[in-house]
């Protein structure tokens, strides 16, 4: 399988706890997404890379939170002193950088977080 | 800034019934537009795309066209089958940044 993989699929925690994600893109795509889904919504933004530069935050993304792509390959998103509002799906994406932009960005399974 | 609006759920269907999901767009620029579909348990797949005014996506039997006039990217499909139950999201997407995603729509379908 060559898709986007993300590690765990599920991770419950009580609150104030750290948790860290991991995400594996498709290897030759350059830039990598991090999003948040919560029940019954559509995905937000939170932050993006491209190789190992973290190029945009969204406001979403609290102090609290942190992610890293040290190589310019898989990358990790950190939640601190977790909180019960922190509950939801963390989706992975991964976009090649392509002669003509299509902007098709390739999700993963998401890594479920329930904080108790 | 950039928003997408998606027709409230959930949509219940007879099996081989029309399907229309209605999504409407704000956006500043020349954005992508996308649909992607989310089974029970599993990630998001991309479902079809276009990039520009008056292109048509399609895939599986589904269709939608980019309609820069009414900022409109309705999916449609002739008949749907039960395994086409799952939530559609609409999505805009510009030139290396983020996606916007309206909220879902959820389709289940009765055999």
């Known amino acids: 399988d060559t898709g986007v993989s993300q590690d765990p699929r599920h991770k419950i925690t009580k609150r104030g706890q750290n948790v860290t994600f991991r995400c594996d893109p498709i290897?030759?795509?350059?830039?990598l997404y991090w999003y948040r889904q919560t029940l019954g919504q559509g995905p937000e933004f939170l932050t993006y890379?491209?190789?190992?530069?973290?190029?945009?935050k969204s406001r979403l993304l609290s102090d609290r939170f942190s992610a890293e792509r040290p190589k310019g390959s898989f990358s990790t998103l950190e939640i601190q002193r977790t909180e019960q509002g922190d509950s939801a799906m963390y989706l992975c994406?991964?976009?090649?950088?392509?002669?003509?932009?299509?902007?098709?960005?390739?999700f993963g399974p998401g890594t479920r977080l329930t904080v108790l | 800034g950039n928003s997408v609006t998606q027709m409230e759920g959930p949509v219940t269907l007879s099996e081989e019934a029309f399907l229309t999901i209605n999504c409407t767009y704000t956006a500043t620029g020349y954005p992508s537009l996308f649909w992607y579909v989310q089974y029970p348990g599993e990630g998001l797949q991309l479902l079809l795309k276009a990039t520009k005014a008056d292109d048509k996506g399609s895939n599986k039997g589904f269709e939608a066209t980019y309609r820069k006039e009414t900022t409109s990217f309705h999916l449609e499909k002739g008949s749907v089958q039960v395994s086409d139950s799952a939530v559609y999201f609409c999505a805009l997407g510009t030139s290396g940044s983020r996606l916007t995603f309206g909220e879902g729509t959820q389709l289940t379908v009765n055999p």
């Open positions: 890379f491209q190789n190992e530069a973290q190029l945009e």
């Open positions: 994406a991964s976009r090649q950088r392509e002669a003509t932009s299509t902007d098709t960005q390739y």
């Open positions: 290897s030759e795509h350059n830039r």
